[in-house]
């Protein structure tokens, strides 16, 4: 039975990421409409940051606040979880995703055609390289952190939450006009199943995946204390 808390757990914390983090980029969308001056790259990344700041402390003693397939497969190359329990994990941020998703598309009509509901794309002459590269670094660096601070038992207490909702905001602001900044295959797969908007879709599962999987494997092999 607390498997299925954890699933469940999973997808709201998914369904948040994408509501209020991809809704930032639909309502900056309708505010520069509406003649205003939006909320802009920092906005957008704020919101990302925080919301992963939320998830993490609200159902990370249930699931461990995953809310990204990277992560969880990060987990599994690392032998932290089990492929069955990965899969199920995966499977729920997805639908958690897409469920904002399509929240999103009921809510922001317009921001369909025009900014994909908030679905990442690679920037204006960017090549599918960069934007696998710049995808892997900075999803390195949050499996990194999410590693040394809520797994690794040496780690401050109570710091985990901010630390990676932290990675996040710079993650989005560094990443933004490059691929829109995902580090997270879900948070990609959320708008772009509601808006049909898969252009260059894989760079968002290769990039953040070996990105993801590298930084686990290094933590493991180099900075984990053996016993």
Known sequence: MDNYKQYIAEAIGTFALIFIGAGSVCADYYLKQGGGTGVGLLGISIAFGFVVVAVVYSIGYISGGHINPAVTIAFWFAKRMEANKAIFYIGSQLVGAAVGGYLLLLLFPDAMA????????????????????????????LVLVIFAT??????????????????????????????????????????????????????????????????????????????
Do not use: C
């Open 150 to 227: 809520a797994v690794d038992p040496r780690a401050p207490k109570g710091f985990a939450g901010l630390a990676i909702g932290l990675v996040i905001l710079f993650g989005v602001m560094v990443g933004g006009p490059i691929t829109g900044g995902s580090m997270n295959p879900a948070r990609t797969f959320g708008p772009a199943i509601a808006s049909g908007f898969f252009e260059n879709h894989f760079v968002y599962w290769i990039g953040p995946i070996l990105g993801s999987i590298a930084a686990g494997i290094l933590y493991d092999k180099v900075f984990v204390e053996k016993r």
């Open 114 to 141: 025009s900014v994909h509901l908030g679905t990442t794309a690679l920037g204006k002459g960017v090549t599918l390289t960069q934007g696998i590269l710049m995808e892997f670094i900075i999803t390195f660096f």
